[in-house]
């Protein structure tokens, strides 16, 4: 299958500073990328869909000033949680798309956030 | 909306034992379902997909059936192993979403 890297793994910041995660499709053309949240021992929590050149679609309940979704190109988006605070630790991953039909996503690795 | 769960939660069994996991979700027009496998801080591994239009798929040890207009998905493994440790999530794509289980946590004891 295709490869999708997520990057940094693991982060540690202090509260109130912001952090950037990166979202990259290796080996083909992501036109959708999903960015998702999971809660230990919970299931994964859609926070937003990002089309390649237009905003992020974030899902209800979802701070969009709080987690700034980039995708300006076709194998990169970035996650930016911005003022982090200790609530905000979590783990994070990322999925990739190659065209807007059915196709099967790809997934990262996940980076795991901890703000202290 | 869309509800996605799975039974049971936690499951340990020794090793060389043939397993179900099970998979359940409220809305039967999905276009397909797909189990991952993802162990302790990793990402997700694709196990199976089933498109809407299948039954089952089946790789190596796994075989995954779906019957759509009940809304259930099983996943069985064949000649359970200590490194099929992990939790096992399905996940149905609906509209343009993959809705996701809270998952199966699998112990295989050696």
């Known amino acids: 299958g295709a490869v999708v890297s997520q990057h940094p793994s693991r982060v540690i910041c202090k509260s109130g500073t912001s952090v950037k995660i990166e979202c990259r499709s290796l080996?083909?053309?992501?036109?959708?990328m999903f960015w998702y949240r999971q809660f230990p021992k919970k299931s994964l929590m859609l926070m937003a869909t990002s089309n390649e050149g237009s905003k992020a679609t974030y899902e209800q309940g979802v701070e969009k000033d709080k987690f700034l979704i980039n995708h300006a190109s076709l194998t990169l988006s970035t996650l930016t949680v911005t003022s982090a605070h200790p609530e905000d630790s979590s783990f994070y991953i990322c999925?990739?798309?190659?065209?807007?039909?059915?196709?099967?996503?790809?997934f990262g690795q996940g980076t795991r956030l901890t703000v202290v | 909306k869309q509800e996605v769960t799975q039974i049971p939660a936690a499951l340990s069994v020794p090793e060389g034992e043939n397993l179900v996991l099970n998979c359940s979700f409220t809305?039967?027009?999905?276009?397909?379902l797909q189990w991952f496998r993802q162990d302790p801080g990793k990402g997700l591994t694709s196990l199976l997909l089933i498109q809407s239009s299948q039954r089952e798929q089946t790789s190596g040890r796994l075989n995954a059936s779906l019957d759509k207009s009940s809304g259930r998905s099983t996943l069985y493994i064949a000649a359970s192993q200590p490194g099929d440790s992990a939790t096992y999530l399905c996940?149905?794509?609906?509209?343009?979403?993959?809705?996701f289980g809270a998952g199966t946590i699998l112990r295989v004891k050696s």
């Open positions: 999925s990739a798309r190659e065209s807007r039909g059915n196709t099967e996503a790809f």
């Open positions: 996940a149905v794509k609906s509209g343009n979403k993959l809705v």
């Open positions: 080996d083909f053309q992501a036109t959708t």
């Open positions: 809305d039967s027009a999905i276009y397909n």
